[in-house]
């Protein structure tokens, strides 16, 4: 028998419950992993509360992201072995290859062995935020040196990937952070200007900052009404990518500023990158290089005892963390 999170309902993250399943066994071109470490993200809370793009097939399970060791391998593995130090890129179902669990069923094309230099804490949060900013800022806008970029929700683990990645192509990373608080660990992790949203005028330091100019590109994972804002800080040409819904509220379309800018305003998710097998390969070499050199390196805002996981979750959401959550699983006697 092994350990997993599952949830029977919709909920707030006490409908999460530890349970006892069977020892999975991994299919045709499936591995299995004893799992280390997991890495959170905002989209499990979203799937958690009936809020993302899947929908649960009760009882379901969940989770993108985990390292671990390979346990057993299912007809036609090839690449990788038992014994094999291992991480996930996020698969395409969040709830199908859920990997809050002791051991995990997940397919071996999104394996990937991690770079020695890491630990398995930092490996379980590696390829969601990577991979999305690098897709984001790299395959979809083709930012280059000396490139403004400005970065929302810049303290999460997405965020402070891109700007990492942001400084690694000689852009010039533009954090945005609500509160004040965050303002010299931003600076710390690589950004070049940080502007505070409830106490700045966003598109006025902007101006400031690029010299009247705006910037080529926005990231942003909030939407909502900020977007008419966005738009105003964004220079003529420019490009907003949008790849989450943090916001409850409507996202009304600035169509007089688009149309005056010629602005694109582009929709994006992680999948696009891996659903092409050319900017897989692309990315998973970008993030593997730049881990192995230090110039990427995962950010650990807090660690969570498996035991802790509704707790883990209520953290998540209270979105006070600086990088990635990570709860972790020791072997059991």
């Known amino acids: 028998m092994t350990r997993v999170v599952r949830f029977h309902e919709y909920g707030d993250p006490q409908v999460l419950r530890i349970e006892e399943l069977p020892e999975p066994q991994p299919g045709p071109d499936e591995v299995r992993i004893r799992v280390k470490a ?28 985990a390292a671990g060791l390979v346990e057993a ?19 395409s179902s969040i709830a199908q290859w859920g990997t809050y669990a002791e051991q995990a069923v997940v397919p071996a094309a999104m394996l ?13 949060g590696v390829w969601m935020q990577y991979l999305t900013a690098w897709g984001a800022l790299v395959a979809v806008a083709g930012v280059g040196a000396g490139d403004h970029v400005l970065i929302t929700a810049a303290s999460s683990s997405v965020g402070l990937a891109a700007i990492q990645i942001a400084n690694r192509l000689g852009a010039i990373p533009i954090a945005v952070t609500r509160g004040e608080d965050k303002v010299r660990k931003l600076l710390a992790a690589g950004a070049v200007q940080v502007i505070v949203s409830d106490q700045e005028d966003l598109v006025a330091r902007v101006a400031q900052i690029t010299s009247g100019n705006g910037v080529r590109v926005v990231f942003d994972p909030v939407g909502g009404p900020a977007i008419a804002r966005l738009a105003e800080a964004t220079a003529r040409g420019g490009i907003i990518i949008e790849y ?32 092409d097998p050319q ?22 805002a807090r660690t969570f005892p498996f035991e802790e996981i509704v707790q883990a979750h209520e953290y998540l959401e209270a979105g006070e963390q600086f990088g990635k959550i990570i709860v972790t699983l020791e072997d059991r006697p």
């Open 38 to 65: 997991i890495g959170l993200n905002r989209a499990e809370s979203m799937f958690r509360r009936g809020q993302y793009l899947e929908q649960a097939d009760f009882p379901s399970r969940l989770g993108y992201e």
């Open 112 to 124: 990937v062995r991690h770079p020695d230099n890491l630990d398995m804490q930092q490996a379980a």
């Open 279 to 300: 900017l897989f390969r692309q990315g998973k070499a970008f993030v593997t290089s730049g881990l192995e050199d230090g110039s990427l390196v995962p950010v650990i």
């Open 73 to 91: 391998v299912g007809e036609g593995v090839r690449d990788v072995r038992i014994g094999d130090a291992v991480s996930l890129v996020p698969p």
């Open 244 to 275: 989450g819904a943090l916001s409850s509220e409507p996202s009304p379309f600035p169509l007089f500023t688009v149309l005056g800018k010629s602005l694109t305003l582009r929709g994006y998710l992680l999948h696009e990158v891996v659903n």
